[in-house]
């Protein structure tokens, strides 16, 4: 028998798919029901996190984000490390408080890492 290029690539493909999955899943852990939600559409993780609710930053600037959060009580999010820190800082001066804040891999949308992160009110 003879393997082809296509072939180990293939394999390779949905083994990293297998892989990858418990990843994910871990990742999505759905957010309670009475937080405001933050996501990334353009990042698979973070969007199968968000369930299709709550905020997306693909399609609003964090300014947006953040006035749509005024008077929030409870925000989790799935996001890259560059948007978690510029919503900790404008969150915590609205008084919430970093509950949470947990590292975790992104396979599906080849990023290096997202972190999953809870604020609640004092």
């Known amino acids: 028998m003879r393997?082809?290029?296509?072939?180990?690539?293939?394999?390779?493909?949905?083994a990293g798919a297998v892989a990858a999955v418990p990843v994910a899943a871990q990742a999505s852990q759905?957010?309670?029901?009475?937080?405001?939600?933050?996501?990334?559409?353009r990042l698979a993780e973070s969007a199968s996190f968000a369930g299709g609710r709550g905020i997306d930053l693909a399609a609003v600037s964090l300014?947006?984000?953040?006035a749509a959060l005024a008077h929030a009580k409870r925000v989790e999010g799935l996001t890259r490390w560059s948007d978690w820190t510029v919503?900790?800082?404008?969150?915590?001066?609205?008084?919430?408080?970093?509950?949470?804040?947990?590292?975790?891999?992104?396979p599906l949308s080849g990023h290096d890492g997202l972190l999953r992160w809870s604020m609640a009110a004092r």
Do not use: C, F, I, N
């Open 3 to 14: 393997t082809t290029r296509r072939e180990v690539l293939k394999s390779g493909v949905m």
């Open 30 to 41: 759905a957010p309670q029901p009475e937080a405001m939600v933050l996501y990334d559409s």
């Open 63 to 66: 300014r947006d984000a953040h």
């Open 87 to 106: 919503l900790r800082g404008l969150l915590e001066e609205q008084g919430l408080r970093r509950t949470g804040e947990t590292r975790t891999s992104a």
